[in-house]
C-alpha cells in the first residue's frame, strides 16, 4: 500500500512550516532515510526523510507553499499501483514560481501504510497563536506595517486562516464575525517600546529576524506564565574531568567527549530517580514521560535552537558523543533532521564554553525543568582546614513550580552532583 508522507511537527508549538525545496522528483526512487524535501520552521531548515522505500509518486504541495502540521505532502508507493486522488503526474503540476499560496485539496484521502484510509488532518485549533488569531507569516507581516487588528480580519484560508489577500481587501471600521470562544493559551503582554526609537547617522538600526522575534516571544511567555523557581550546587568537577582525559586517550576525534556529554549523562541518570521533573505540563494535566530525551541549547545565528540526544540514560558516552556533534554541527549549518529536534522531555544549556561562572536558564514549556551549566573553573578551596587548589562548576536547576517544589529540585541536583563527582557510575 502507498505510504502518505506528513507536515513533521517539529517543537511542541510549530504550527506550519514552509516546504522550500522538494530534494526527490516524482518518479524518484526512494529508501528509507533518503531526504526527500526540505522545510524552513522558525529556526531551522530541516530535512525531511522518507520512512518507506519505492517510488515518489506524487507531491501533494509544491515548493514555497506553507503547510499546516499533520498535513500530507507527498505519496510514497510501487510504479505501478493506483494512487487514490488520480494518478500522479509524470512531472510537478506547476513550476515552483507559481506555487499557490496553500496546498492544493485532495480528492480523497490516500491510504497509510496499513491500508486504512487515512483521514484529513483535523484543523489545528487557534489556541497558541500569536493573539489567538490564526494567520499566514505574510499576512501577520502585512496586518503589522499596516497597522490592522488580525482580530478584525475574516480568514478566508484553509481552516479559517487569515492569508495576504485578506489583507490585501481589508477595510478598516468592518470586523469579522465573532468566533466561538475557545479556552485560548494566555498570550505575553506586549513589550514595553520605551518610547521612540531614535533617528540620526550615529546610530544603526537593525530590524528582529523572524527567529529573534519567536525566541523572545517564547521565552517572555514561558517567564512570564510559568512559575519559575531556582536551585543552585557547586560540583567539584576534577574526578569528571580526570576521567574524560583517560577516556579521551584512546578516542578518536569523533568520539572524544566533552564535559558537555557528561553533563547530560548525569542530568538523563538522575532523571530515572526523580521522573517528576522529567514531566510535561499541560494546564489540567501532568504527562509523565517514560523516556528520558534531553533537549541541548545549541547557540545558532541570530538565537539558538535545541536539538535532542534521545533515551540519554541508556546510551553509552562515545554514542552520545558522535550523535551529539552530528546534531549540534547540523544545527549550527542551519540543517537539521526532524529526529534531531523532537521530543525533547528536559533541557540542558551550558555556557561553560563561554567563560560563564553561574546563569539562570528560563524552562522550554511544555518542560518542567531546565539545567544551566557554568564553567569547570581552578578555584581555591578550603579542604580540613587548608587551603587548596580544586575544579569547580556551578549548575542550577530551573523548576516549574506547577509540577515540582524547591525540595524535590535541590535533591535532583544533589544527585546530578553526586555523579559527576563519582563519575564512574556513568560508565554502568
Not at 86 to 108: L, R, V, Y
Not at 241 to 253: E, I, P, S, V, Y
Not at 303 to 315: F, H, P, Q, T
Not at 359 to 376: D, R
Amino acid at each position: 500500500m502507498a505510504d502518505t508522507v506528513m507536515m513533521p511537527k517539529l517543537g511542541f508549538d510549530m504550527k506550519e512550516g514552509t516546504l522550500v525545496r522538494w530534494v526527490k522528483q516524482v518518479n524518484d526512487p526512494v529508501n528509507v532515510g533518503d531526504v526527500i524535501a526540505e522545510i524552513e520552521t522558525d529556526k531551522a531548515t530541516v530535512e525531511v526523510e522518507a520512512y518507506a522505500s519505492g517510488i515518489l509518486r506524487k507531491w501533494l504541495v509544491n515548493e514555497n507553499t506553507i503547510v499546516e502540521v499533520g498535513a500530507p505532502i507527498a505519496i510514497i508507493g510501487t510504479a505501478d499501483e493506483p494512487i487514490e486522488g488520480g494518478s500522479a503526474p509524470a512531472t510537478p503540476s506547476a513550476p515552483a514560481s507559481a506555487a499557490p499560496a496553500t496546498p492544493a485539496p485532495q480528492a480523497a484521502a490516500p491510504k497509510a501504510a496499513n491500508g486504512h484510509t487515512a483521514s484529513a488532518p483535523a484543523p489545528v485549533s487557534d489556541e497558541g497563536y500569536p493573539g489567538g488569531v490564526k494567520a499566514s507569516p505574510v499576512a501577520r507581516r502585512m496586518a503589522e506595517e499596516k497597522g490592522i487588528n488580525l482580530a478584525q480580519v475574516s480568514g478566508t484560508g484553509p481552516g479559517g486562516r487569515v492569508v495576504k489577500r485578506d489583507i490585501e481587501g481589508f477595510t478598516p471600521g468592518v470586523e469579522a464575525p465573532a468566533a466561538p470562544a475557545v479556552a485560548a493559551a494566555p498570550t505575553p503582554a506586549p513589550a514595553p517600546t520605551f518610547g521612540t526609537a531614535p533617528t540620526g547617522g550615529d546610530i544603526e538600526e537593525i530590524p528582529l529576524t523572524r527567529m529573534r522575534k519567536i525566541v523572545g516571544e517564547r521565552t517572555q511567555a514561558s517567564f512570564q506564565f510559568v512559575p519559575h523557581f531556582f536551585v543552585t550546587s557547586e560540583i567539584d568537577m576534577g574526578p569528571a574531568l580526570a576521567l574524560r582525559k583517560q577516556l579521551n586517550a584512546g578516542l578518536t576525534d569523533e568520539q572524544k567527549i566533552t564535559v558537555n556529554d557528561l553533563v547530560v549523562k548525569a542530568a538523563a541518570l538522575a532523571l530515572r530517580e526523580f521522573p517528576n521533573l522529567n514531566t510535561h505540563f499541560y494546564g489540567d494535566k501532568l504527562v509523565r514521560h517514560k523516556r528520558i530525551n534531553v533537549g541541548i541549547a545549541v547557540a545558532v545565528e541570530n538565537g539558538l535552537i535545541n536539538v535532542v540526544c534521545k533515551d540519554a540514560d541508556r546510551r553509552t558516552l562515545t554514542d552520545m558523543s558522535v550523535k551529539n556533534k552530528e546534531m549540534i554541527a547540523g544545527a549550527r549549518e542551519g540543517k537539521v533532521k526532524p529526529d534531531d529536534v523532537e521530543g525533547a522531555t528536559f533541557t540542558v544549556s551550558n555556557l561553560g564554553a563561554y567563560d560563564v561562572e553561574h546563569f539562570l536558564a528560563i524552562i522550554n514549556p511544555p518542560e518542567a525543568a531546565i539545567l544551566a551549566v557554568g564553567s569547570a573553573q581552578e578555584v581555591p578551596i578550603v579542604e580540613n582546614g587548608e587551603i587548596k587548589i580544586g575544579v569547580r562548576m556551578k549548575a542550577t536547576v530551573s523548576v516549574d513550580h506547577r509540577v515540582s517544589d524547591g525540595a524535590e529540585g535541590a535533591q535532583y541536583l544533589q544527585r546530578v552532583k553526586e555523579l559527576l563527582e563519582n563519575p564512574m557510575r556513568l560508565l554502568i
